[in-house]
């Protein structure tokens, strides 16, 4: 393999590169998109990859399924369903803090197996605060939980969390294997969790009749503000989900399911309106995709592929077979923990991006891909349990966050960390106990 410029390795320079973009990442000081660009064009540009090359890095079934999933939750949220489910649970609890404080906590997790978590805190989080400030009790408790169970709950499934999402497109993982081989633990980590958060937040909740009525008053209907678009949505997002179970049997990739799920459903959404409305609500519907997202992962995708090309993960995979002799259980809790640890400190979806060609290098050494798929779990588990650890460990964390203090609601990095991380840690130790008893 030829040098690059100033006469270094392509090793070195891709090492070099992968470094400097995550610790700009981490600073937050520049938008992550542009970092990850920027990343991608020096492989390019110090000769790491070739262009095509570097095209070919890209995962487009990935960056399908999240664009796909990202124009049927915008139109989907039109119709107010979102809303209603948030102020149907706050009235099944009977106004009661402590029991809207489960309550949330369970839908927020069920919204992010079915919906990526960043998207569930964005509808979540208004219709919480709004709740919150009737019953005159403090909203953090509750927007942290909603924090801690979209990560928890976004593990259960192939869409449920971007890290999922890279694992299951790259590996070739389908959306049962991960409702199998997860959704047993991430239950039993659920009910922990919020069991832990009663005790911590719940039981010390209260307020007073007047303002208990005031939830019990909402109605749930007028939060539906386009019935029509509200069947149209739930027949997408049913056909969409069942196509996902079924993928192996229709012969389709998720991305191409994603895509044709969002593209039927805006058609719907538009059947009836004249061709110069219609170029309106089609450009409004491209404005609610998080472009920064998706080419973040563009960019990403092609950092990665350079230091795999360079030979840095091949030579990472041979020294962790070589500190675990090979051993499935060794192996796989150092991917757990270390995905935990390291998912708290930065961003899950660059370590996940990172470690996915990694462990795919481990297969020659541990009897092939069928041997190593107790890997994969431990890495999904580990990375989207471990991003809760701290404000910067996930996606849904900082959006919370920012969304909280627009609404005048301190989110503080240490506050938010002191009470985060040893329920993390709880969670991990689960998930260790559920992996040594399944897989070996």
Same mark, same amino acid.
């Given at each position: ?29 520049? +938008?992550?998109?542009?970092? @990850? ?78 919906? !990526? +978590? ?32 979209? +990560? ?8 449920? !969390? ?18 199998? +081989? ?12 919020? @069991? ?29 503000? !386009? ?99 090979? !051993? ?113």
């Amino acid at each position: 393999m030829r040098d690059t410029i100033f006469g270094l390795t392509p090793i070195w320079t891709a090492t070099a590169i992968l470094a400097l973009t995550y610790a700009v990442i981490v600073t937050e000081r520049v +938008n992550r998109a542009i970092v @990850a660009g920027v990343g991608a064009c020096l492989m390019i540009a110090t000769g790491v990859l070739d262009q095509d090359t570097a095209i070919g890095g890209v995962d487009f079934n990935t960056i399908m399924l999240l664009a796909g999933m990202m124009i049927i939750v915008g139109v989907s949220r039109r119709s107010g369903m979102f809303q209603y489910v948030a102020i149907w649970t706050a009235k099944r609890a009977r106004g009661r803090p402590a029991g809207i404080l489960f309550g949330l906590t369970i839908a927020t997790a069920l919204m992010s197996s079915l919906l !990526d +978590n960043v998207t569930t805190v964005l509808l979540i989080v208004p219709v919480t605060l709004a709740i919150a400030g009737e019953l005159r009790v403090p909203v953090y408790p509750f927007l942290f939980a909603e924090v801690l169970a979209s +990560n928890i709950g976004g593990t259960a499934t192939l869409i449920g !969390d971007p890290p999922n999402i890279l694992i299951g497109s790259q590996v070739g993982l389908t959306f049962n294997q991960f409702v199998v +081989n997860l959704t047993p633990v991430v239950l039993v980590v659920l009910i922990v969790t919020a @069991a832990i958060l009663h005790l911590r937040y719940g039981r010390h909740l209260a307020t007073d009749e007047e303002h208990r009525l005031r939830v019990l008053a909402m109605r749930e209907r007028d939060a539906i503000t !386009d019935p029509v678009l509200l069947r149209q949505s739930l027949i997408v997002l049913t056909a969409v989900v069942l196509s996902f179970i079924l993928a192996r049997e229709v012969g389709l990739e998720p991305g191409t399911i994603a895509m044709f799920g969002a593209a039927i459903l805006v058609l719907l959404d538009n059947w009836a309106h004249p061709a110069h409305k219609q170029s309106e609500r089609v450009h409004a519907t491209f404005g609610d995709v998080e472009w920064i997202t998706l080419f973040f992962f563009i960019g990403l995708f092609v950092v990665v592929a350079g230091v795999e090309h360079a030979g840095l993960l091949d030579w990472l995979g041979e020294r962790l077979v070589h500190a675990t002799g090979g !051993d499935l259980a060794l192996t796989m809790s150092a991917v757990l923990w270390g995905s935990a640890i390291l998912s708290a400190i930065v961003d899950n979806i660059p370590f996940v991006a990172t470690m996915i060609p990694l462990i795919k290098s481990l297969a020659p050494e541990m009897g092939g891909a069928e041997a190593i798929e107790p890997l994969w779990w431990a890495l999904s588990l580990g990375a989207c349990l471990g991003g809760n650890g701290t404000l910067v460990g996930a996606s849904a964390n900082l959006t919370t966050a920012g969304l909280a203090e627009r609404a005048g609601v301190p989110f503080k990095f240490w506050t938010y960390t002191k009470h985060a991380f040893p329920l993390m840690l709880v969670s991990i130790v689960i998930a260790q106990v559920y992996l040594l008893w399944r897989y070996l």
